[in-house]
T-cell receptor, first 114, second 116 residues
Framework: NAGVTQTPKFQVLKTGQSMTLQCAQD?????MSWYRQDPGMGLRLIHY???????DQGEVPNGYNVSRSTTEDFPLRLLSAAPSQTSVYFCASSYSVGNQETQYFGPGTRLLVL | AQSVTQPDIHITVSEGASLELRCNYSYGATPYLFWYVQSPGQGLQLLLK??????LVQGIKGFEAEFKRSQSSFNLRKPSVHWSDAAEYFCAVGASSGGGADGLTFGKGTHLIIQP
């Protein structure tokens, strides 16, 4: 298993540009999430999904879109990037059996918006 | 709304000394509580989690945490730190045993510095 993979590792955008951050997992996990990490702020939930075709908003969803057409992929779209979206983005996935669930985080994508 | 407070932004500990990182939470129901560690430039690794049963939880790398419902706390401890423990530590609360079903709420983190 490759685990949770994120691409790209690093991206520079200009204000107003759009891009998609990719997240994929090969563990057949039902749950997937996107977080952003900013200095002194910890991680904050952007969007999450409990299965293919099902997504919901987290704490800071504005400016981001998601979709979950397959179990494996959960892309995060920035339609018009803003400097406030400069951050490190982490994708996570997990699978629950009763009370046994472990969430795995990807290595992150560092985004700089100029 | 749920929240997590980590009162200490930075903590400096001498190598070999004991460590305690504080975490207080606010949550309406029985919480699932987690401690994650993040080494510089790396992703997050789960150290331990609590959701029921024994209030003292053992984790990886020699860490343990104690859940105290009356104090709404879930403090992380280690009896003797190593230089490799220098990292950022995050406490988190969620509604499921792994946090994936509806996401986790994280604290702002505590930066641990190890002095030789």
């Amino acid at each position: 298993n490759a685990g949770v993979t994120q691409t790209p590792k690093f991206q520079v955008l200009k204000t107003g540009q759009s891009m998609t951050l990719q997240c994929a997992q090969d563990m057949n996990h039902e749950y997937m999430s996107w977080y952003r990490q900013d200095p002194g702020m910890g991680l904050r939930l952007i969007h999450y999904s409990v299965g293919a075709g099902i997504t919901d908003q987290g704490e800071v969803p504005n400016g981001y879109n998601v979709s979950r057409s397959t179990t494996e992929d959960f892309p995060l779209r920035l339609l018009s990037a803003a400097p406030s979206q400069t951050s490190v983005y982490f994708c996570a996935s997990s699978y629950s059996v009763g009370n046994q669930e472990t969430q795995y985080f990807g290595p992150g994508t560092r985004l700089l918006v100029l | 709304a749920q929240s997590v407070t980590q009162p200490d932004i930075h903590i400096t500990v001498s190598e070999g000394a004991s460590l305690e990182l504080r975490c207080n939470y606010s949550y309406g129901a029985t919480p699932y509580l987690f401690w994650y560690v993040q080494s510089p430039g790396q992703g997050l690794q789960l150290l331990l989690k609590y959701f029921s049963g024994d209030t003292l939880v053992q984790g990886i790398k020699g860490f343990e945490a104690e859940f105290k419902r009356s104090q709404s706390s879930f403090n992380l401890r280690k009896p003797s730190v190593h230089w490799s423990d220098a990292a950022e530590y995050f406490c988190a609360v969620g509604a499921s045993s792994g946090g994936g079903a509806d996401g986790l709420t994280f604290g702002k983190g505590t930066h641990l510095i190890i002095q030789p």
